[in-house]
């Protein structure tokens, strides 16, 4: 049988008879992939503890009919812990990957972007760098953008006149001026239009200096805008702990083999 290797993200995984768990895989270059590992919850598992949600890795893979076989498992970024031992993290990520699962919806198409920007969204996570809920929101944004939805938060998002505006229309795309504005849109403040726009584009000076006022008015407006789009509603989402998070410091973690992700965007925003 043909054998591939491959950096993956995983993104769930479930039960399979008494010791094999399915998995489904985010890949850099094969896009997603569902897998089975065969015997991974024995406690004598060599790398059943890498196949878990959060974790980045390096996984050769037998080519199957239906599902592929992992065979060889290599940890790139060791994330699970670090965002498991904390509520807002966990639920913060559990919303980027299904985020993601849905997204990335063909299997075996490739999604490099998304692969590289949903492995940033974990590094940033689990070393802690911003607030879990800023760290959602702007992978959110980002990811959406990468999709072909990608929202204006300052020109008008129907006509293009240059802002700043103060509607926000989620069916039109982000923010509308007076005369494109359709009924039903709302009137985020000033610093929440300049917030969401600095999570989209990664000013994280900007974003770590918000008030907790027009961060939830921004959660709000995504989480919207991420029901609109993917026509349906995360339901990790509502678990999602949007309390002020306390500054911690960093924890060290293993980093993916390349630079992307929050830090540094590697994607071009599209018109929706």
């Known amino acids: 049988m043909p054998l591939y290797r491959d950096d993956a993200i995983v993104l769930r995984t479930q039960k399979l008879g008494e010791a094999d768990r399915i998995v489904t895989l985010l890949t850099r270059e094969h896009g997603k ?12 598992s060599r790398f059943g503890a890498r196949l878990e949600p959060f974790m980045v890795v390096d996984a050769q893979l037998h080519v199957g009919r239906s599902l592929d076989t992992v065979t060889q498992v290599e940890t790139v970024g060791a994330y699970a812990r670090a965002i498991c031992e904390d509520y807002a993290l966990y639920t913060a990520g559990a919303a980027m990957l299904e985020a993601a699962d849905r997204l990335v919806e063909a299997e075996r198409e490739p999604a490099v972007q998304q692969f590289w920007l949903l492995a940033g969204a974990l590094r940033a996570l689990a070393q802690r760098d911003h607030a879990p809920s800023l760290v959602l929101d702007s992978y959110l944004l980002r990811a959406f953008a990468v999709a072909g939805w990608a929202p204006s938060f300052t020109d008008c998002a129907r006509c293009g006149e240059p802002g700043p505006h103060h509607a926000f229309s989620v069916a039109t795309g982000g923010a509308v001026c007076s005369r494109c504005r359709p009924p039903g849109s709302t009137a985020p403040a000033p610093e929440t239009f300049a917030l969401l726009a600095a999570l ?59 630079p992307g992700g929050l830090d540094r965007p590697d994607h071009r925003h599209q018109e929706a």
């Open 33 to 44: 992939v569902r897998a089975v590992g065969k015997g991974v919850r024995r406690t004598s």
């Open 200 to 258: 989209l584009s990664g000013d994280w000076a900007a974003a770590d200096a918000s008030d907790e006022r027009p961060r939830k008015e921004a959660s709000g407006l995504v989480a919207a805008y991420t029901q609109y789009y993917l026509e349906r509603t995360l339901r990790a989402l509502r678990h999602v702990d949007r309390a002020p998070h306390p500054a911690v410091e960093p924890v060290a973690t293993a980093r993916p083999s390349r």
